[in-house]
Each structure stands twice: as structure tokens, then as C-alpha cells.
């Protein structure tokens, strides 16, 4: 029977597994929408091939930050050497560098391509010409 006192609403797992599952979902929505528009619009994406490049740094950063155990990060993985301990945080500062710099990479592109260009009337797909 699921838990729905409120103690079990504040527990460590249930927030974890809510956290979870909101980025799973936001990554699968983003995923989804990056290939609607690619094949709604593929001229726009396609003269510009450098677009995918912050998505594709962002999944390989997640995937890269969420194969490592907590106990490893923190230092409480007693099944092997301190060297597991350092490589998982190497692996941790990694995976975190490849989020935020694919993040920032994305405000950049947005912001130079969409928002600073005057030149065209038409500046992103959805929009109007008219």
C-alpha cells in the first residue's frame, strides 16, 4: 500500500523519486520537442547544425552524473581504494561541467540567433511572416 502520511512525504526516497521523475520527464520533453521541430522545420535546424550540440552535452553530462553512486561522491563506498573515490568525483565534476556549460551554450544560442537578429522578420519556426 503507498505511503500518503506526511512523514512519507518528507522522507529522503519519496523526494528522490519525485526529483527523478520531473527530469525524466523534462528531458524526454525536451528530447521530443527538439525532434518535432526538426521534422516540422528541417531547413531551420539544418543550415545550422551547431543547434543539437547543446542537447547532446546535456544527455551525455546526465548520464555521466547519474552513473555515480552518492556513497562514492561523498566517500563512503568501502568496497574499493580511495582512487574509486577521486575518479567519481572527477567523473562527477565532469558530468557537471558538460550540464552547465551545455546550458550556458544553449542561453548563448537563443539569445544570439533568435533575440539579437533584426535582420529577417521570420526568426524562429512557429512564427507568422506575415
Not at 58 to 82: A, E, L, M, Q
Amino acid at each position: 500500500m503507498p505511503c500518503i502520511s506526511i512523514d512519507c512525504i518528507r522522507s529522503r526516497a519519496f523526494l528522490n523519486l519525485m526529483s527523478a521523475s520531473i527530469a525524466g520527464l523534462m528531458f524526454f520533453v525536451g528530447w521530443w520537442l527538439l525532434i518535432d521541430v526538426n521534422c516540422s522545420y528541417p531547413d531551420v535546424i539544418r543550415s545550422k547544425p551547431f543547434y543539437y550540440l547543446p542537447g547532446m552535452g546535456n544527455t551525455v553530462g546526465f548520464f555521466i552524473f547519474n552513473i555515480i553512486p552518492d556513497s562514492i561522491i561523498t566517500g563512503d563506498y568501502t568496497y574499493s581504494k580511495r582512487c574509486t573515490v577521486c575518479f567519481g568525483r572527477f567523473l562527477a565534476f565532469i558530468g557537471l561541467f558538460l550540464i552547465f556549460g551545455s546550458l550556458i551554450s544553449a542561453f548563448y544560442i537563443c539569445i544570439n540567433d533568435f533575440l539579437l537578429n533584426y535582420a529577417t522578420k521570420l526568426q524562429w519556426p512557429g512564427t507568422d511572416s506575415a
